[in-house]
């Protein structure tokens, strides 16, 4: 637990850690700078295994909203518990489209206050959800992109909804002491949610055919990137270990990375506090890139995309006034900043 800044009411957060984030990233590492986590207890472990597994699995299965599991059913039924031992504090869903449900019916219970982030881009909820009444026993909902705040208004209420940024550990991911030595220009690309996986083999070929001297890295558990490689010129890698992906990250020239639509993308995060530039499509991901650090083309559009790789791949002075530019631009997202933001808030 790093220094916790202290919030006014007490403040209990209802964590996930996604297996697909890097360790050290996730938006579940807010509660490290504030709050305190409800955590599950063993009395509690033991029934959602035992008593509990079949209604938490047919919940899961039926209750019509796709990202809750037995898992979120079980934490729900903890987070009651402690909510039934206090008072007049404020239950903070970090992902609320997956772990807020059944906790509706609990709205001013001893008069507690329930918050939730959403992550998702609109286009998401007409699968995520059957049904999306339960979002309105929300006090407050906090959105990590500026683009999601008049559709969730619609749902949560209006006024209801504010914006705070997603957070990047800057003291993990940081610069790399050197620039390698004589090696190919590294163009990276990362990640499997929301990739334009489809468009990804044009932008490598016109970006290759223009700079025959680059190189790509894909890292992705998508195994379309698979059909991409070529000897010496596309490399794919499924899974890398953190450190290993930490440094690949300082290694990379260019973080590369075409999208179907966005909120925050914590690559583009881990990228900027490496000092990596990025080249990427415009979305909700705007709220983190300046043309400072980035360059953005239109979602689909593989040519401008092709485009803004090869002029920055071709300007090593640009590129480094970009990295530089990068690494500041993150700096406004370290989590303490975002933490006091949100102290702010509650």
Request: proline share 7%; net charge positive.
């Amino acid at each position: 637990m790093k220094d916790a800044i202290p919030t006014p009411p007490p403040v209990y957060s209802i964590r996930h850690a996604y297996r697909h984030h890097a360790g050290p990233s996730g938006y579940h590492r807010l509660g490290e700078w504030i709050g305190e986590p409800v955590r599950l207890s063993a009395p509690m472990y033991w029934l959602g295994e035992t008593l509990l597994r079949v209604p938490a699995k047919l919940v899961s299965w039926y209750g019509g909203h796709f990202e809750y599991s037995r898992h979120d059913f079980v934490m729900e039924a903890q987070t009651l518990m402690h909510m039934r031992r206090h008072r007049e504090a404020i239950y903070h869903f970090l992902y609320a489209e997956k772990s807020f449900k059944l906790l509706a019916h609990a709205r001013g219970l001893n008069g507690h206050r329930m918050v939730g982030t959403f992550h998702h881009p609109q286009e998401h909820y007409s699968w995520l959800f059957r049904s999306t009444a339960h979002l309105r026993a929300l006090d407050h909902a906090i959105v990590v992109s500026t683009q999601q705040i008049p559709f969730m208004e619609t749902l949560v209420g209006p006024g209801r909804v504010t914006f705070i940024p997603h957070g990047i550990d800057t003291a993990y991911f940081t610069p790399a002491d050197a620039p390698r030595a004589d090696r190919p220009l590294r163009c990276l690309f990362a990640g499997s949610h929301l990739r334009d996986i489809a468009r990804l083999p044009a932008v490598i070929e016109g970006v290759l055919e223009a700079v025959p001297a680059a190189e790509f890295l894909l890292i992705s558990y998508d195994r379309r990137c698979e059909g991409m490689t070529r000897p010496g010129k596309v490399r794919w890698r499924r899974a890398v270990p953190d450190h290993e992906y930490l440094e690949l990250i300082r290694q990379a020239d260019l973080l590369v990375l075409p999208l179907i639509a966005s909120t925050a993308v914590n690559t583009v995060l881990e990228a900027l506090a490496c000092g990596v530039p990025v080249v990427t499509n415009r979305g909700g991901v705007a709220d983190y890139l300046d043309p400072a650090c980035g360059i953005m083309a239109e979602p689909g559009d593989v040519r401008g995309m092709i485009s803004a790789t090869v002029e920055l791949l071709r300007d090593d002075a640009q590129r480094r006034r970009m990295g530089q530019a990068a690494r500041d631009k993150a700096m406004q997202f370290s989590w303490p900043r975002i933490a006091e933001k949100m102290n702010t808030l509650y």
